[in-house]
């Protein structure tokens, strides 16, 4: 069985194509590590999402409960606070970490209503790679605005 657990709905980019941003849930309202503690052993791919899971002081704990009861357990981020996976990457280097790129600078930051989102995420994964991350890599939400920049993204993604 594979699980996408959402950990919180709160979020620091404002993509057009998501309104997390704009509802976002109090800390004392989301998943606790107790019902986490819960899942049952042998599960297939456990995706760890949100919003932002990189939001959650606890992150490490979440990481901590799931990653033995899964076969692939990832963290799907927008890339914006990589400085909190590292230890994260360093005592799990086989975690998938996907950030979230919507091709060049200019088209991420404007579907992402990011600032400095495309330096930010290009840095954050290759100082994941160099804190020993294995499984590393961009995720895209293709739509009309970035469909004809899947090949940039390949593209960056191939000199991590």
Request: aromatic residues 4%; contains cysteine; charged residues 30%.
């Amino acid at each position: 069985m594979d699980l996408s657990i959402i950990c919180t709905y709160r979020c620091i980019s404002k993509c057009r194509m998501c309104n997390i941003w704009q509802n976002p849930s109090e800390p004392k309202d989301e998943l606790t590590l107790e019902t986490l503690a819960k899942l049952p052993k042998g599960l297939g791919h456990v995706n760890i999402q949100g919003g932002e899971p990189t939001l959650r002081t606890d992150l490490m704990e979440i990481i901590d409960t799931v990653y033995p009861k899964a076969r692939v357990t990832e963290i799907s981020s927008n890339g914006l606070l990589p400085d909190r996976l590292i230890p994260i990457i360093r005592k799990y280097p086989d975690l998938k970490v996907r950030f979230s790129l919507e091709g060049d600078e200019t088209t991420n930051n404007n579907i992402r209503g990011e600032s400095n989102g495309f330096k930010t995420k290009v840095e954050g994964l290759r100082k994941l790679k160099e804190a020993g991350g294995k499984d590393l890599g961009f995720a895209m939400v293709v739509q009309d605005d970035n469909a004809s920049q899947l090949a940039v993204v390949h593209e960056i993604a191939r000199f991590i």
